[in-house]
């Protein structure tokens, strides 16, 4: 939605004769398709030290896995999680799990 304020400051600035910024909309931190995250070290590292927990259980929910990066974190995690003799996966989607030979290993 347009952010309140930045609207403001783009109508000073055009009252003012300056050019716009062209930013009046508040973003969420998000990843387009085909584009680094600008937080991924940070992901990185946290996904590093899960793994060395070696949980137990992980839910996996919201996504189709179609998300090369994403099924490849879903894949790490599972693999760890299914070790455990009384693990527990847990899948929350409107979409059945997903059936392909990408995903075989679910």
Excluded: M
């Amino acid at each position: 939605p347009p952010y309140k304020q930045c609207l403001l400051k783009k109508n000073k600035r055009q009252q003012q004769g300056k050019q716009d910024y062209g930013i009046e909309y508040l973003r969420p931190c998000i990843v387009l398709y085909n584009k680094g995250s600008p937080d991924a070290e940070a992901i990185r590292a946290i996904f590093i030290k899960d793994l060395r927990l070696r949980p137990d259980a992980i839910i996996i929910a919201g996504t189709l896995l179609e998300i090369i990066r994403v099924r490849r974190i879903v894949r790490e995690i599972y693999r760890v999680v299914s070790d455990h003799r009384n693990s527990i996966i847990i899948w929350i989607n409107i979409e059945p799990k997903p059936v392909s030979s990408k995903l075989k290993s679910y």
